[in-house]
């Protein structure tokens, strides 16, 4: 079993739609838990980062973690062509130790 | 957010040349640095853990005389691809750790490589 699952997709929603992005793991001990877009031959780029259970709202995005299901999202609200990309959860055991990654979410914006 | 820069940003070179890739945190100091490969529609793998001073930590499987690692300043990191061959073309990233408040790693731009 992997440490960290995440629906490959590709997801395709229209402009203006609500994204929901998830990941689950499987040990308890993660502590840190972040989000990186990734666009196409690019560098990943962070998006949010939490380290508690519930919700972390930063403009259209919100990062919500529930420790006691193992389970992250990162909502997108109103979204936009320009998010089109891929979407990697990331968490860590330890600060400043290695990033478990997910295996990424493609997203499609359609105008 | 913090700016980590690499270069080159795309190389092509022929089979059994070596290839450097620089790994520079711009606007801080990184006394950590990590590298990862990363193949189409995959996630990143980390190859190795870069500290400065000393030697790299590399991921089981990767081969450290294959990809040498040198962290000689806080802020360049370097990996070399030697005896480069086709199945070494991917896309390199690094990244660098930034100690704050909280730690956070910081990618950069990835660097992609091809062997003929």
């Known amino acids: 079993q992997k440490e960290v699952e995440q629906d490959p997709g590709p997801l395709s929603v229209p402009e203006g739609a609500i994204v929901s992005l998830n990941c689950t793991y499987s040990n308890s001990a993660f502590q840190y838990f972040m989000w990186y877009r990734q666009y196409s031959r690019k560098g990943p780029e962070l998006l949010m980062y939490?380290?508690?259970?519930g919700n972390k709202e930063d403009g259209r995005f919100t990062a919500q973690v529930d420790k006691s299901s193992k389970y992250i999202s990162l909502f997108i609200r109103d979204s936009q062509p320009s998010d089109s990309a891929t979407y990697l959860c990331a968490l860590i055991y330890n600060q400043g130790g290695k990033l478990i990654f997910g295996q990424g979410t493609e997203l499609s914006v359609k105008p | 957010g913090a700016v980590v820069s690499q270069h080159p940003s795309r190389v092509i070179c022929k089979s059994g040349t070596s290839v450097k890739i620089e790994c520079r945190s711009l606007?801080?100091?990184?006394?950590?640095m990590f590298w990862y490969r990363q193949f189409p529609k995959q996630s990143l793998m980390l190859m190795a853990t870069s500290n400065e001073g000393s030697k790299a930590t590399y991921e089981q499987g990767v081969e450290k005389d294959k990809f040498l690692i040198n962290h000689a300043s806080l802020t360049l990191s370097t990996l070399t691809v030697t005896s480069a061959h086709p199945e070494d073309s991917s896309f390199y990233i690094c990244?660098?750790?930034?100690?704050?408040?909280?730690?956070?790693?910081?990618f950069g731009p990835g660097t992609r490589l091809t062997v003929l």
């Open positions: 990244s660098a750790l930034w100690q704050g408040m909280t730690d956070t790693q910081y």
């Open positions: 939490t380290y508690s259970s």
């Open positions: 606007d801080f100091q990184a006394t950590t």
